[in-house]
Structure formats: structure tokens, C-alpha cells
């Protein structure tokens, strides 16, 4: 076994990986609606989106090829308003609630993988609402929850997100899950996978590709730089879907990001890019499926981790310091993004272009 350094990266360009379930891997990427829930009472509207997600399962892999992968979008099951805490803690599911569950059934009729985001609770996190990725194995399993690694701050005049991130709580989320799972990868029997909702954030994408991620699976409401997602796949020689929300056709009154954005820039255009960022699926604004077919067998053959000479840049990093310091969230998680406004704002080593 080729030696590593603390267990994270091999140091012959390789990578630790699963056997393959076939040489070709196909994914698809299913761009549905976001539907907001009601924050004060969540559970009917939940219910309506899950069998709304349940129903476009199943009309993706009945029509336009079988997928070993379906992908979804950040929020299908809940949708996203601007709701406080007390809203966001009703909303957000549990790794053991019936959502999961019977999505789980639907991944073993399909024999199928299935990826999206969703807020989620923890019961080692009491009061705290986390965005996470979820991956559900062909045998139903919820087998990955990715949290977020961080929110972006200072986009938004007089708010922040106040959602917990991985960020927020550094130093107790170490101690509880060790270094790895800050930047996880699943090596299932698709591939090396992991997932984020994270934007704008390069490097956090080079250290999963670092540590043998393949298959990199982004999600986003509301919007996504499509141009950040191709160069994920373009930098790190690696696969990367986005799936962003579509346009609702049938309830124009939720159409929130369309009205936001003039261009429709805010939604549509997810999308699958192959290594060096070829295009192999792109859908509109509209709702739908795409579909490609990895070959995973031979781009193992080939494939090695990114070669990056950190020598000429170390010191650079090792200089720099973040805007504003993790753990915030350990001492209190405000209440709404006001409150996370006024708690940040003297807490940041620099402004925003908002803050002046």
C-alpha cells in the first residue's frame, strides 16, 4: 500500500477507491421546483414534496435511460423562504424520518443511488439546523451527510445565513468526527463521490480531488455560477453535476428567484461536466432530466490526484487569515438573519461591499 501522510492524501498520485459495480456509470440529474413549506406547519407541504420528488424518481428512471445516480437540487423536500431559527428547526428533517426512509425504498426498487440536499437535525446538535448533502445507497441506506462547509458572508445587505456549517462549529465538529469528515469522500461502487452546496470556494473542491474524489456532486437554489461548476471538473480532471432549481410552471406565485432575477439567471442550467470540463449535459429553466454515461473504468486507468506545487504557495497560506474566525456558533446560533448580522458584524477582519 502506497504510504500516506496522517491518512488523507497518497503521496504516487493515486488514491484509494471501491470496486466498480460496471466499467460505465450513468447519472442523471433531475431539475424540479422548489416549493416553500409553510415554517409554522411544515409537515403537509413536506409531504406533497416528497411524493412530488417520489414521482419525478420514478418518471426519470422509466423514460430517457436507467440511472445508477440521480441527482437533485439543494432543497426538494422543504423548499427555502426566509424563515428564523424556531421555523428552520420545524422544516428540517432527521436522518431516521419517514422522507428518508421512503426515498430509500425507492433507491432499492431502482437499484440506484440518490443525492440532494435538505436541512437536517442531529441529535447531537440540539438547536442547530444544518444544510447537508445526502447520499441514499442502492440498498436504502442513508449512507452520507455532507454538512456545508461554510456559508458565504457579506452578500447581502444587513443579513447573514445563520444555518449551522461545519465552519460555525470547528473545533467541536473535529473532536466529535475527526479531520476527515471536514472534507469527506464515499468511495462507493460508482465511484469516489462527495457533495456540496458550497459556491465560490476553489480550494475546497482541489482538497476533495486531493483525497480521490471522482464525482463531485454541487446542488443550489436560487441560482449557481454555472462557470464555477465547469471548472471544478476543468481544474481537478474530475466529474461534477450542479443541480439547480427549475422554473415552476404550475404555481407561478413560488416563482420567488425568477421574479429576483431579470436574466432567469437564477435558475435552470444545471448541468453535467466531464474531466477538463467538457459539457456532456445541460438542461434550460425548465423542468426536466439529463443523462450521462461515465466511463469509470477507463478513466481510472488514466486518472491521477491534481499535481499542485504548494511548495511556491505554502507560505502564502500559512500568512493568511480568515475574514472572521471559526466557532462562532459554539457560544449561541441566532435566532434569524438579522440577528446573525448584528452578531457578525464586528466580528469580521475586513468589509463587504454591503458593510462599506
Known amino acids: 500500500m502506497s504510504q500516506r ?37 411544515p409537515e403537509a407541504g413536506i409531504r406533497d414534496n416528497l411524493a412530488y420528488m417520489l414521482n419525478a424518481i420514478d418518471k426519470a428512471q422509466q423514460t430517457g435511460g436507467r440511472c445508477d445516480l440521480l441527482c437533485f437540487h439543494e432543497f426538494p423536500l422543504h423548499g427555502f423562504a426566509p424563515w428564523d431559527l424556531a421555523q428552520y428547526l420545524r422544516v428540517s428533517r432527521h436522518p431516521d424520518g419517514p422522507e428518508i426512509q421512503e426515498l430509500g425504498k425507492k433507491a432499492r426498487q431502482y437499484n440506484c443511488y440518490i443525492a440532494f440536499g435538505c436541512q437536517m437535525l442531529d441529535d447531537d446538535w440540539a438547536g442547530h439546523t444544518m444544510n447537508t448533502q445526502l447520499l441514499i445507497a442502492p440498498t436504502g441506506e442513508l449512507i452520507a451527510r455532507h454538512w456545508k462547509q461554510r456559508n458565504m458572508r457579506g452578500m447581502w445587505p444587513g443579513v447573514e445565513q445563520f444555518t449551522t456549517t461545519i465552519y460555525d462549529v470547528y473545533d467541536r465538529y473535529v473532536e466529535m468526527y475527526g479531520l476527515d469528515a471536514v472534507i469527506p469522500v464515499e468511495r462507493t461502487d460508482i465511484g469516489n463521490i462527495s457533495l456540496s452546496s458550497v459556491q465560490f470556494e476553489p480550494e475546497l473542491f482541489r482538497c476533495m480531488t486531493l483525497k480521490g474524489a471522482e464525482i463531485i456532486l454541487r446542488t443550489a437554489t436560487g441560482g449557481c455560477e454555472w462557470h464555477d461548476m465547469r471548472l471544478t471538473a476543468y481544474h481537478n480532471d474530475v466529474f461534477v453535476t450542479i443541480v ?25 442550467r444545471s448541468a453535467i461536466f466531464g474531466p477538463k470540463g467538457v459539457v456532456l449535459a445541460e438542461a434550460d429553466k425548465f423542468e426536466t432530466k439529463r443523462r450521462a454515461v461515465f466511463d469509470m473504468e477507463s478513466y481510472r486507468k488514466a486518472h491521477r490526484i491534481p499535481d499542485v506545487h504548494f511548495s511556491l504557495y505554502r507560505h502564502v497560506y500559512d500568512d493568511y487569515r480568515e475574514r472572521y474566525d471559526p466557532n462562532m456558533w459554539l457560544a449561541r446560533v441566532p435566532e434569524t438573519k438579522r440577528d446573525a448580522y448584528d452578531y457578525l458584524k464586528d466580528k469580521f477582519r475586513w468589509t463587504s461591499f454591503w458593510q462599506g
Open 244 to 268: 439547480n432549481n427549475s422554473i415552476d410552471t404550475f404555481r407561478p406565485s413560488d416563482n420567488y428567484f425568477v421574479e429576483q432575477a431579470p436574466r432567469n439567471d437564477w435558475v435552470g
Open 5 to 41: 501522510r496522517d491518512g488523507f492524501v497518497r503521496h504516487d498520485g493515486t488514491y484509494e477507491t471501491a470496486p466498480l459495480r460496471s466499467a460505465k456509470v450513468a447519472v442523471g440529474i433531475v431539475q424540479t421546483p422548489v416549493r416553500a413549506v409553510d415554517g409554522d406547519n
